[in-house]
């Protein structure tokens, strides 16, 4: 099976602007999730999305915001950038089948925030 | 609500020698809990899982952990440290089923010396 991909590797931005990354989970997996990775705060939880609904958030602004697709791809948004939301955003897909189920990451996308 | 201690930023071992990363978990319930990995511009990888079943856990490349409720710590070994061990090292937990929100420990930075 393929991997968790995601889209794109690297994003170069500026303050204020919007951005979207997506995330293509491995084939029929239906939990995607999306953390924050930064030297200051580590690693950060910041939604989780099943079956086309948020299950879980975590702690950040409402600027952060996703969605999830039929075939479980998922999207997240930021917007109004802020250089603080220069970050590492890694996305995570599981099949939830049974308790503990690991999470499997994608490579992640590079944010940097002018 | 649930939190993992990593107890040591950096652990620098020589090449042969044995690894030992140390973590303390709490948790409000039965927790699973995992250890990642993490390569320099990579995305992150399992280690290794306990999900309540037999609490010495093995794990890829040699490296096993044991669950200690009475200490509440999930310590992570090898016995002997090999160059490509090199990497960040996550403590992770998660504590309750189907809630795929996974909460990351600081991390713990491996550094072997040839």
């Known amino acids: 099976k393929a991997g968790v991909t995601q889209t794109p590797r690297y994003l170069i931005k500026t303050r204020g602007q919007q951005v979207t990354l997506s995330c293509s989970p491995i084939?029929?997996?239906?939990?995607v999730s999306w953390y924050q990775q930064t030297p200051g705060q580590g690693l950060q939880f910041l939604f989780e999305?099943?079956?086309?609904?948020?299950?879980n958030k975590g702690n950040f602004p409402g600027r952060f915001s996703g969605r999830q697709f039929s075939n479980s791809r998922s999207e997240m948004n930021v917007s109004t950038l802020e250089l603080g939301d220069s970050a590492l955003y890694l996305c995570?897909?599981?099949?939830?089948?049974?308790?503990?189920?690991?999470?499997?990451f994608g490579p992640g996308t590079r944010l940097t925030v002018l | 609500a649930q939190s993992v201690t990593q107890l040591d930023s950096h652990v620098s071992v020589s090449e042969g020698t044995p690894v030992l990363l140390r973590c303390n978990y709490s948790?409000?319930?039965?927790?699973?809990l995992f250890w990642y990995v993490q390569h320099p511009n990579k995305g992150l990888q399992l280690l290794l899982k306990?999900?309540?079943?037999?609490?010495l856990v093995k794990g890829i490349n040699g490296f096993e952990a044991e669950f200690k409720k009475s200490e509440t710590s999930f310590h992570l070994t090898k016995p002997s440290a090999h160059m490509s061990d090199a990497a960040e090292y996550f403590c992770?937990?998660?504590?309750?089923?189907?809630?795929?929100?996974?909460?990351f420990g600081t991390g713990t930075r491996l550094t072997i010396i040839p």
């Open positions: 995570a897909s599981s099949s939830l089948e049974r308790w503990g189920n690991e999470q499997f």
């Open positions: 992770v937990v998660s504590d309750t089923f189907g809630n795929e929100k996974l909460t």
């Open positions: 084939s029929g997996h239906r939990s």
């Open positions: 948790s409000s319930y039965s927790p699973s």
């Open positions: 306990y999900t309540s079943a037999a609490t």
């Open positions: 999305y099943f079956s086309e609904t948020q299950r």
